[in-house]
Structures are given as structure tokens and as C-alpha cells.
């Protein structure tokens, strides 16, 4: 039994349910925290997805069936958390998610918790103006260095898509880095 079947295991017992949680949020909050960071980009609208994510998998975890890994489950989880997110703060100000992002590229200047150099910043901005799912996509390859298997697993989109998304992605973000 590895170490992801046995945490299922004593997270689904309710005798160690509360012990096993914490040691899933210990494990993995730093890492679901600054996945759901590079889509909302805010630190504070990422601490309230990431909250939000782990009470979705505190109440779920039952319903995890084992037919992807549990980290797996959990980034679905935190990417829905988050696109759900930027989609209802769209609609709270009447706008586009579109121009969501625009104000989430001026906003990125002012976060004080954004310690980015310029270039840093250049590229962020870049990757702001991207739609969503090349976002996602160029995040999770890039950043995460995850496999488009692993993708493919979270997004619930093939393996050639994702890999269309990214190298569009990459043109894309080529192109603002060159041109701006």
C-alpha cells in the first residue's frame, strides 16, 4: 500500500479523519496554494480558493474513487475552485472575463506580495492576457512541470490538445515578450 492509499484510507475513517487531514493540508497546501495563485493571481482571492478547495476535498474525500491520483484529484479540484472564482468575480462587477484579467494584470503591480523583477513581471503580464485553458495549461507545463499525462488526468482533456495549447501558448507569450 503506498503512502497516497493509506492517507485515503485513515481520511475516510472517521476515527482518523481529523489527524489525516491536517497531514494532507500540511503536504500539499504550499504547492495547490501557488497553483491557484498563478490563475487568480492575487494572494488573497488565492488563500480564499485554496480554503475553499480543501473544504471541497475535507467534505468529498469519500467520493475519490482511486482512478487518478489523490494530488490529482485535488488540483481538479483547486483549478474548478479557481476558474469558478475568476467567473463569479466577472460577474460581481459586470465585466468580461477578459477584462477581469486586465485589471488582474494592473492589480499584479500592486501586490505587495508580487516580488517580481521586471521581467518577471513582463512575463506574468504575458501570460495574464492568455484565454483560460492555454493559462492553465502553460502554468501546469511550464511552472509545475507536470506531464501532459498528469494534465490530462486534471483537466479531463487529451494529451494532443494540451500539447496544441501549450505550443500556442508559448507563440502567444513569444510574441507579447517580443513586441511589447
Request: no cysteine.
Amino acid at each position: 500500500m503506498d503512502h497516497d492509499e493509506e492517507l485515503i484510507l485513515r481520511l475516510t475513517s472517521e476515527k482518523t479523519k481529523e489527524t489525516a487531514f491536517k497531514e494532507l493540508l500540511n503536504l500539499y497546501k504550499e504547492r495547490l496554494y501557488w497553483h491557484i495563485r498563478k490563475i487568480v493571481m492575487s494572494h488573497d482571492d488565492a488563500d480564499d480558493v485554496l480554503q475553499n478547495t480543501f473544504i471541497k476535498i475535507y467534505k468529498n474525500i469519500h467520493s475519490f474513487k482511486g482512478e487518478s491520483k489523490l494530488y490529482s484529484w485535488m488540483y481538479r479540484i483547486a483549478t474548478n475552485e479557481a476558474i469558478t472564482h475568476l467567473k463569479t468575480n466577472a460577474r460581481l462587477k459586470s465585466i468580461t472575463s477578459e477584462e477581469l484579467q486586465q485589471q488582474t494584470i494592473e492589480n499584479l503591480q500592486a501586490d505587495v506580495y508580487f516580488e517580481g523583477i521586471d521581467i518577471q513581471l513582463k512575463l506574468q503580464k504575458a501570460i495574464a492576457t492568455l484565454p483560460l485553458k492555454q493559462k492553465l495549461v502553460f502554468n501546469m507545463r511550464y511552472f509545475d512541470d507536470l506531464k501532459y499525462s498528469e494534465m490530462s488526468e486534471i483537466l479531463e482533456t487529451s494529451e494532443g490538445a494540451l500539447k496544441a495549447s501549450y505550443h500556442i501558448a508559448v507563440k502567444k507569450i513569444e510574441a507579447y515578450l517580443t513586441n511589447d
